[in-house]
């Protein structure tokens, strides 16, 4: 996360490596919003620059322009007016993503308002990330922007200041989650994302619980168990607890932490297999909403459970047809050990919904269907109408693309189980996203539920604005809003 401040110095004015400024898609009136320079105003208007949203362009500065070079970014709309928060999140977070291995960079939003520029800067504190911990340095390698300075028009330091110390938190928890999705599985392991989880812990007001394989299997977890056996590095589940004083109410969280997705003994395809190392997306999101939740201290008991195992093929590794018992007494029958996340989660959100919260939502890259349905960029959210609802509102609010799928009664008895209670795929071939969501709902009974399913968005074959290749941390804030939302 790069360091923010503020400063009220002219764009035209301040020195800096790099200048980031809009540029508008109005044709003769899109210079006008680069400082009044008009050396500048003619070299824009002869190079033309497309200014789609997020296209970026470096040039010298000219005559008049104390920064080095400047870097204009299109916001994709005509008029300034027009720019909603999430065109300037994208549009700023391009700009700074393609200012890996830069040391400062101011960034300015002429004729904004106040919630314009707070969007800015928000887009730029996620667009400034990289992880370099896992290169060794030859050829260099780009560290993320370092610095980033906001220049804030007359009246707007206030404004710009809230904005900032908001960036500081989301940047923070997003770079918390795809700091985890983007470590290699050889080096992410149950017993090791339990340890980065007290870790991130350790400063903060949250009490963190782990249990062990042994611990498991005395408690009755048969669905991480029997998922976690076939892997040499044995299942985990973390519970992180915060409970400020003077709570207005209760969320329970449950992410899914499968931290490889072999497949196990019903394997994968070896195409596109290594994908899977991000098929911890839903915990690593949980967890960082809730160290953000910490951080902005709200007045919300939250408490949140990672559902931590690799799947693999091994010796000891669970058989089609097994049948195991869940946490609550439930029998299934595993006929597809590559529906392992919904396993995992099942015995998760039986602890969860025994605290009796007011809202338990889960977080997890739980079907390839939903990727079919909604593309790579969308998200699913499914559960009871009001949770789904308070879900589409906060993704709105924090601007990330959700879009809701039912729970239709029909595709229940598809699985009801021959032997057991239920089976762990559906006997119908269609609908896979519900099916594994009304899967999960029939372990949380009647607590208020909404199950939140990021496979197509977790993870990217291509950057997009703010977010790189790789981990995206998307859904973290939408998780965060969620919290915010319910602490006003
Ligand atoms: N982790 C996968 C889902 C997934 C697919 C995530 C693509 C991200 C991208 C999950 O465990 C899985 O394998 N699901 C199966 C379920 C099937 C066996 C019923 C699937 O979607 O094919
Ligand atoms: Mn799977
Ligand atoms: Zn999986």
Do not use: C
Not at 20 to 43: C, F, H, K, M, N
């Amino acid at each position: 996360m790069p360091t923010i401040t503020i400063a009220t110095t002219a764009p035209a004015d301040l020195e800096t490596e790099v200048l980031i400024l809009p540029l508008l898609s109005g044709g003769e009136d899109a210079p006008s919003r680069v400082p009044d320079q008009e050396e500048l105003t003619a070299a824009i208007a002869e190079l033309d620059p497309s200014a789609s949203r997020g296209a970026t362009h470096r040039l010298p500065a000219l005559g008049g322009v104390s920064a080095r070079t400047l870097l204009l970014v299109g916001l994709g709309v005509e008029d300034l007016a027009e720019a909603s928060a999430e065109d300037l999140r994208l549009a700023y977070g391009a700009a700074t993503r393609v200012l890996a291995g830069v040391e400062q960079a101011a960034l300015a939003l002429p004729g904004g308002t106040p919630e314009q520029l707070a969007a800015a800067t928000e887009g730029a504190a996620l667009g400034a990330y990289a992880l370099t911990a896992h290169k060794s340095g030859t050829p260099a390698v780009k560290a993320a922007l370092a610095g980033l300075q906001v220049l804030a028009e007359d009246g707007q330091e206030e404004a710009a200041e809230t904005g900032a110390a908001r960036s500081r938190v989301l940047a923070e928890a997003v770079g918390i989650a795809r700091d985890l999705v983007n470590t290699p599985p050889n080096l992410l392991f149950p017993a090791e994302f339990a340890r980065r989880a007290e870790e991130l812990a350790a400063e903060l007001p949250l009490e963190v619980t782990v249990l062990d394989e042994q611990e498991l299997a005395d408690g009755g977890y048969g669905g991480i168990v029997g998922v976690g056996q076939g892997s040499a590095r044995p299942p985990r589940l973390v519970k992180v607890h915060y409970a400020p004083e003077g709570a207005r109410g209760s969320v329970a969280l449950v992410g899914k932490g499968i931290t490889f997705d072999t497949g196990g003994i019903s394997l994968k395809p070896a195409a596109g297999m290594e994908d899977m190392t991000s098929d911890m997306t839903g915990a690593a999101t949980v967890l960082a909403a809730t160290v953000g939740a910490a951080r902005l201290g709200l007045p919300l008991e939250i408490t949140t459970y990672l559902a931590l195992a690799e799947n693999m093929p091994g010796g000891g590794a669970q058989r089609p047809g097994d049948v195991v018992t869940m946490r609550n007494g439930r029998t299934v029958e595993v006929l597809n050990t590559d529906a392992e996340g919904r396993m995992v989660m099942a015995d998760a959100l039986v602890d969860a919904v025994a605290t009796e919260p007011d809202l338990v939502m889960d977080v997890a890259t739980l079907t390839g269907a939903a990727v079919v349905a909604l593309g790579k960029r969308t998200a699913a959210v499914m559960g009871t109408e009001a949770a789904r609802d308070e879900v589409l509102a906060a993704a709105g609010t924090a601007g990330e693309p959700f879009w809701p799928l039912p729970f239709p009664a029909e595709l229940r008895e598809d699985l009801t189980g021959r032997f057991a209670d239920l089976r762990n795929i559906g006997s119908g071939r269609w609908g896979g996203a519900l099916t594994a969501g009304i899967f999960l709902s029939e372990f949380v009974g009647e607590t208020p539920f909404a199950h939140l399913d990021i496979a197509g968005p977790a993870f990217a074959d291509a950057p997009l604005g703010y977010m790189g290749k790789g981990a995206t941390g998307m859904s973290v804030r939408t998780v965060l809003e969620v919290l915010e939302a319910r602490s006003r």
